[in-house]
């Protein structure tokens, strides 16, 4: 069972009100895998965790949609109240940061030890770490 499988179980629990027993999976995750995964969090499906989810943090007022990739030491969750929602096909590299509230549209690349803390449209890729936004077809 791998990172991933524990967050959905710890989520089916939490949905399900077994609030406690989403806990203790929630720190077995943490336990094994260095992953803290918020059980409140609303992960979309077939998320992929490519390197164990080794140093993966999110929060619990996160949503992300289907198909997303995080590399190792990702970090996303909110520093002022409100949401952080992340669309489909989202990719975070290494070291990312993502700290809202703030929106990111679908088709999205995070480069890797970016900070992100504005919102991003649709199939946009953010680089740097004075993150800025490329949109296809422009040059840099």
Known sequence: MGTEAL???????????????????????????????????????????????FGVVIGPDVTIGDDAIMLHNVTIGHAKPGPVIIGDRFCAGTGAIIIGP????????????????FDVPDGATVVSQKARIILPGTRV
Do not use: C, M, Q
């Not at 943490?30 to 969090?41: E, G």
């Not at 703030?102 to 803390?117: C, H, S, Y």
């Open 7 to 53: 967050y959905y179980l710890s989520h089916r629990l939490w949905k399900r009100g077994f609030k406690r027993l989403a806990l203790l999976v929630k720190y077995l995750n943490v336990l094994l895998f260095r992953a803290y995964i918020d059980s409140p969090a609303e992960i979309g499906v077939r998320l992929d965790l490519p390197h164990g989810g």
């Open 102 to 117: 703030l929106r990111i549209g679908d088709d999205v690349t995070v480069g890797a030890n970016t900070t992100v803390t």
